[in-house]
């Protein structure tokens, strides 16, 4: 199973950004990093598990939440086996634990369900 870590997280005041970090290891069977997709996942107290963004890391096609576009970039750095969400213009509403979650098939979407492999989360939080 592919190890997730994610990193990046902070307390941060809204209007600020923060670049989280996701390191991906563990591949078998013959697939690579360039296999997956890398979805990021956010959960705040009291929520269900949402999705903000996805990228598939053998074409570069990447999906965003109505709710995070024009302040969230996915990117991802194939040779260092990393996929990244740059956040900008944070909001108190951001406030979450983030997660990322690799996907075998590389299709990639926001549906939490089509995830393989998760890992433990980096914790965001923005004052006001």
């Known amino acids: 199973e592919v190890q997730l870590v994610e990193s990046g997280g902070g307390l941060v005041r809204a209007g600020e950004s923060l670049r989280l970090s996701c390191a991906a290891s563990?591949?078998?069977?013959?697939?690579?990093?360039?296999?997956?997709?890398i979805g990021w996942f956010r959960q705040a107290p009291g929520k269900e598990r949402e999705g903000v963004s996805c990228?598939?890391?053998?074409?570069?096609?990447?999906l965003y939440a109505d709710s995070v576009k024009g302040r969230f970039t996915i990117s991802s750095d194939n040779a260092k086996n990393t996929v990244f969400l740059q956040i900008n213009n944070l909001r108190p509403e951001d406030t979450a634990v983030y997660y990322c979650?690799?996907?075998?098939?590389?299709?990639?979407?926001?549906?939490?369900?089509?995830?393989?492999?998760w890992g433990q989360g980096t914790q965001v939080t923005v004052s006001a």
């Open positions: 979650a690799a996907d075998r098939t590389g299709l990639g979407s926001l549906a939490y369900y089509d995830f393989d492999s």
């Open positions: 563990g591949f078998t069977h013959g697939f690579t990093f360039e296999d997956y997709a």
């Open positions: 990228i598939s890391n053998d074409d570069g096609k990447t």
